[in-house]
Structures are given as C-alpha cells and as structure tokens.
C-alpha cells in the first residue's frame, strides 16, 4: 500500500520569503512522486515530478522538490514567494508496475501576505 | 497540449435525482479516473478505467457508478443522488509517462 503524508494544512509566507511545503510517502515499490497545484475553482495542473531519474528536481513557476530515499521525503521549495503562488498543492505518489494508481495527500493551502 | 474537458462546472440537483457527469479527453489515453475533492480530505478516488469498457473501483465507490464506451469519454453516475454527494467532482487522464491531466472539475450540489 502506498500513502502520502503532507505536514500542515495551512502554510503561511511573506511575499519575498522561502516557500517549503513537505511531503512523506511511504510505497512497497519504487515511487514516482509529483506535485500538483490548484488555483481557485481549476484543476489540478502539473507542476514537476520525480521518476528516478536526478534527485532534485525543477517544475514550472521555479518550484523544485528533493527526492531523499533515507526520509522517504519530497518537500517542495522556492526561494521567494510571489502572490501568484497563493493556491493549494498536493503530493502524488504512484508506484511503478502494477502499482500505478496515484494517491494524493490531503493538499496544503500556500498563503502569501504582501 | 491535453484537454481534459468536464461538461458541466456548476450543478444543482435534488436528493434522488440522477446525476450525469461527463468527461472527454482529446489524448487518446487508455487510462481515465474520476476523484472527489473535499476540503480536507484531499482527492479520494471513486473510480478508474484503464481501457474501453474496463474499470476498477476506487477508495468511496459507494453510491456511485461509471461508463466507458469510448476511449475519449468517462461518465460518472450518481444513480440516486444524496446531499452528502455534494463535492468537487474532477475527471483526469494518465499518460503513460505517470502525470495526471485534469479537468477543471464538477461542483455538484445536492439539495
């Protein structure tokens, strides 16, 4: 079974500042990791993705997340927040295979004060 | 680019009506899902295909059926709707690559 854990509900910055929003997943097989954000009333759009290639990897909007197999870790990062972020994120883990279904974490609402 | 198309954004029906949500995607992907969305529960899975007249159920199949006669379309069924069916409704395809394109959902409320 595979699950994803995503620490806080709410995460609140100053514009300017670094933005770091973690993800835990746990997978039986090896993972493919992702995430996606949501701004008000869309779907999901795609933002970057991990599938064992480099470990760090880059998306779009200059997000980036860390791929750390010892911390079964995928925390999300930019180094300075824009209003435009303001959305909600969500982590994916899917496994490999058979495995393939993607289970989302629960999201976190990014929150940007001038 | 992928278009992941939800026919209706907005819903309002009554308990006990049936509920008809369409999605069509332009790809010609094999696999489709259908998710609902709550505030705080995150996206739980209700029902996937992977192919023509294939499917598994999700985590919350329950009260809930699906329709896959052509690889471009999936529909989700509420065969009787219920207030606690109100929710955010979103429809994606799968490349084979792994990510996931979305539609911009379904807000459906039941009265």
């Known amino acids: 079974a595979q699950s994803v854990t995503q620490l806080g509900s709410h995460v609140s910055v100053s514009e300017g500042a670094l933005v770091l929003l973690r993800c835990n997943y746990s997978?039986?097989?090896?993972?493919?990791l992702f995430w996606y954000v949501q701004y008000p009333n869309k779907g999901l759009q795609l933002l970057l993705k991990?599938?064992?290639?480099?470990?760090l990897v880059k998306g779009i909007n200059g997000f980036e997340a860390e791929f750390k197999k010892s911390e079964t870790s995928f925390h999300l990062t930019k180094p300075s927040a824009h209003m435009s972020d303001a959305a909600e994120y969500f982590c994916?883990?899917?496994?490999?295979?058979?495995?393939?279904?993607?289970?989302f974490g629960r999201g976190t609402s990014l929150i940007v004060h001038p | 680019d992928v278009k992941v198309t939800q026919s209706s954004r907005y819903l309002v029906k009554r308990t006990g009506e049936k509920v008809f949500l369409e999605c069509v995607q332009d790809?010609?992907?094999?696999?489709m899902f259908w998710y609902r969305q709550d505030p705080g529960l995150g996206l739980r899975l209700i029902y996937f295909?992977?192919?023509?007249?294939?499917?598994e159920k999700g985590d919350i199949p329950e009260g809930y059926s699906v329709s896959r006669e052509k690889k471009e379309r999936f529909s989700l069924i509420l065969e009787s709707a219920s207030t606690n069916q109100t929710s955010m409704y979103l429809c994606?395809?799968?490349?084979?690559?792994?990510?996931?394109?979305f539609g911009e959902g379904s807000r459906l409320t039941v009265l």
């Open positions: 994606a395809s799968r490349v084979y690559t792994g990510e996931l394109f």
């Open positions: 997978s039986s097989v090896p993972p493919y």
């Open positions: 991990y599938t064992s290639a480099a470990t």
């Open positions: 994916a883990v899917s496994g490999s295979g058979g495995s393939y279904i993607p289970t």
């Open positions: 790809m010609d992907h094999e696999n």
């Open positions: 295909s992977y192919d023509v007249k294939m499917k």
